[in-house]
């Protein structure tokens, strides 16, 4: 829980303020739109003219949640009084929207739970104990700006906090983050729904890339891993920005203890997914790497590089983190 003094000081300055714009990180995942639209409908529910924008919009499996419609794809115009950052641990990470709301803004607050998170931004709401984005978001709603959160944004947050613990499932689950849930809930949000939409289901394109993935399939000293080309997407005509959810399901297989995909999303740009049993820390292999996250889930992108030398980088370093690692199982 963060003081009362920066929660006052960040409520402050979005009172104060008409027009305010909401950016995340590009690829955004459950938390990101989550956060990113749950703060949208309370503010417009203040008063606010919000502007939400994410490099490529909303993810398809994500377009159930109230107003995704209305976020930008792309922004190149406006000018704002406020800029909030959400789920965000780096400037960079939030891309060609980013750089230009925050160039475009007067004040521009920074609102994550990343231990890695770089402190950008004029007012800093950056919480590591929290499990998401989403449950800063709460907080700061609820005791900051003292709002009621209606069903939309319930819908909204709730959403974040379900993707981003894997159904209240990753080791920094508490009470607190249960009683949260409750309550958005309580507001009407669906748990079923939400779970439904974003845990239990995938594309059929995605299932292609799988295919496809599996062709790769290795595992060594307890890292699990997978090469994805470019090439795969090519093949099967499928958008390179598809959500997968593959390290999730290596991460699952009883002789694994870290899983990583590595993703070509274009030449000599490699995404990493990085996941974990618990006991095992990826989010310092990822900070080394320039990403960022969490120690079960955490993610980074190597740019001029190969898969080749990818792998013969990243691998070394994560049967490391299995050998300082000790499987915990409650």
Same mark, same amino acid.
């Given at each position: 829980m963060t003081t009362t003094p920066i929660w006052t000081e960040a409520?402050?300055?979005?009172a104060e303020a008409t027009r305010i714009v909401i950016v995340t990180h590009m690829s955004p995942d459950g938390d990101a739109i989550g956060t990113m639209l749950?703060?949208?409908?309370?503010?417009?529910?203040m008063g606010k003219e919000v502007d939400a924008a994410v490099d490529g919009g909303v993810p398809a499996y994500l377009r159930y949640i109230p107003d995704s419609e209305t976020v930008h794809p792309h922004l190149t115009a406006?000018?704002?009084?406020?800029?909030?950052?959400?789920?965000?641990?780096?400037?960079?990470?939030?891309?060609?929207?980013?750089?230009?709301?925050?160039?475009?803004?007067?004040?521009?607050?920074?609102?994550?739970?990343?231990?890695?998170?770089?402190?950008?931004?004029?007012?800093?709401?950056?919480?590591?104990?929290a499990v998401s984005a989403a449950e800063v978001a709460f907080d700061w709603v609820t005791q900051g700006l003292q709002r009621p959160i209606q069903i939309e944004a319930a819908q909204a947050l709730l959403t974040g906090m379900v993707t981003d613990t894997l159904g209240f499932r990753t080791s920094n689950v508490t009470p607190r983050t249960l009683q949260i849930?409750?309550?958005?809930? &309580?507001? %009407? #949000?669906? =748990? +079923?729904?939400?779970?439904?939409?974003?845990?239990?289901?995938?594309?059929?394109?995605?299932?292609?890339i799988w295919r496809a993935a599996f062709?790769?399939?290795?595992?060594?000293?307890g890292v699990i891993w997978t090469e994805i080309p470019y090439s795969a997407f090519e093949d099967n005509h499928?958008?390179?920005?598809?959500?997968?959810?593959?390290?999730?399901?290596?991460?699952?297989?009883?002789?694994?203890?870290?899983?990583?995909?590595?993703?070509?999303?274009r030449e000599g740009d490699i995404r990493l997914s990085l996941r974990s049993k618990l006991g095992y820390d990826v989010g310092s292999v990822a900070l080394v790497l320039g990403g960022g996250g969490?120690?079960? &889930?955490? %993610? #980074?992108? =190597? +740019?001029?590089?190969?898969l080749t030398d990818a792998v013969a980088k990243v691998i070394p370093l994560l049967k490391e983190a299995v050998k300082n690692g000790q499987l915990v199982v409650r």
């Open positions: 409520s402050r300055v979005v749950g703060l949208t409908h309370v503010l417009w529910a406006g000018e704002w009084d406020v800029c909030i950052s959400v789920d965000s641990s780096d400037e960079a990470r939030t891309g060609s929207c980013g750089v230009y709301a925050r160039a475009h803004s007067r004040v521009v607050i920074n609102l994550d739970h990343h231990i890695t998170n770089t402190l950008f931004g004029d007012h800093q709401l950056v919480i590591p104990t849930a409750q309550e958005l809930m &309580a507001t %009407g #949000a669906s =748990l +079923t729904e939400i779970t439904a939409r974003t845990l239990d289901t995938r594309s059929f394109k995605s299932l292609l062709e790769t399939l290795k595992l060594e000293d499928v958008d390179p920005g598809v959500e997968l959810n593959l390290s999730e399901f290596l991460a699952k297989i009883d002789e694994a203890r870290i899983a990583v995909t590595f993703k070509q999303e969490h120690k079960q &889930a955490s %993610g #980074a992108t =190597l +740019t001029l590089m190969s």
